[in-house]
């Protein structure tokens, strides 16, 4: 390396040496200056260390997603063909408000939606006991049907048949209905939601923008402080040198 080069690099160090001495005097001199800019700063970082954190933590954490149970039930509901299925669908949405009524009490955000999915999931159940009547009835009509074909008795059979698929076709048009129902709900509670949280955020920076900036309750409490620890006026008269 040339003389040249080592000169260059030398002059290139001092001067970066220089400007950063520069702004460590000018930071320290402001500190003396204004009381008030340390706190202030020390406040600023922690807000924005906060916000930082609390940023990642909501893109990190997964969505709740608590209309899916309804709908699950009512899908095992509605696939369900003998009585143990249905019982099972029963048994799962029963779990699934135990699981609800405890995250309701742990997420008070999404409380009006929690209660909507276990008021879903409580109709569920009493659904779910309609259809093993329902089912119970369609087993003593199919065997009704079975002893008119023994007794040769054709017309009343098919007449019975008919009735029976007819039933059949209602009971799964309702079930349907009931799934539908429960998707519908469940895309209103999540408007409603989302139009909660637009309030709230709107409030939040509302109130934000009434309250007063944090350098200015720094600037305050640093003068106060100052005022607090200055030393009292002496009192008395003035001595008159003029005797």
């Known amino acids: 390396m040339s003389d040249m080069q080592v000169n260059r690099a030398a002059t290139s160090a001092a001067s970066s040496w220089q400007s950063q001495s520069a702004a460590q005097a000018s930071s320290q001199e402001r500190e003396k200056e204004d009381p008030s800019f340390n706190l202030y700063e020390m406040m600023k970082d922690a807000r924005e260390k906060a916000e930082a954190t609390r940023e990642k933590f909501n893109s990190i954490k997964p969505k709740p997603r608590y209309g899916d149970a309804p709908m699950e039930a009512y899908s095992r ?37 929690i209660q909507a999915a276990i008021n879903q999931l ?18 003593l009509e199919q065997a009704r049907q079975k002893k008119l074909i023994q007794e040769k008795r054709s017309r009343e059979a098919r007449r019975q048949k008919q009735e029976l698929l007819r039933k059949q076709a209602m009971r799964r048009i309702r079930e349907s209905g009931y799934l539908r129902e429960a998707e519908v709900d469940n895309r209103m509670q999540a408007h409603i939601a989302a139009v909660d949280m637009e309030l709230r955020e709107q409030a939040q920076k509302l109130g934000a ?35």
């Open 122 to 139: 409580q109709k569920a159940v009493q659904r779910a006991g309609k259809k093993n009547r329902d089912l119970n009835r369609e087993k």
């Open 77 to 113: 509901l509605a696939r369900a063909k003998r009585p143990s299925e249905v019982n099972a669908a029963a048994g799962y949405a029963r779990r699934q408000i135990i699981r609800l009524q405890s995250a309701k009490r742990t997420d008070p955000d999404n409380a009006k939606r």
């Open 209 to 243: 923008s009434i309250q007063p900036s944090m350098e200015t309750v720094a600037r305050q409490y640093a003068a106060e402080s100052a005022a607090l620890s200055a030393p009292e006026p002496s009192v008395g008269g003035e001595i008159n040198l003029q005797a």
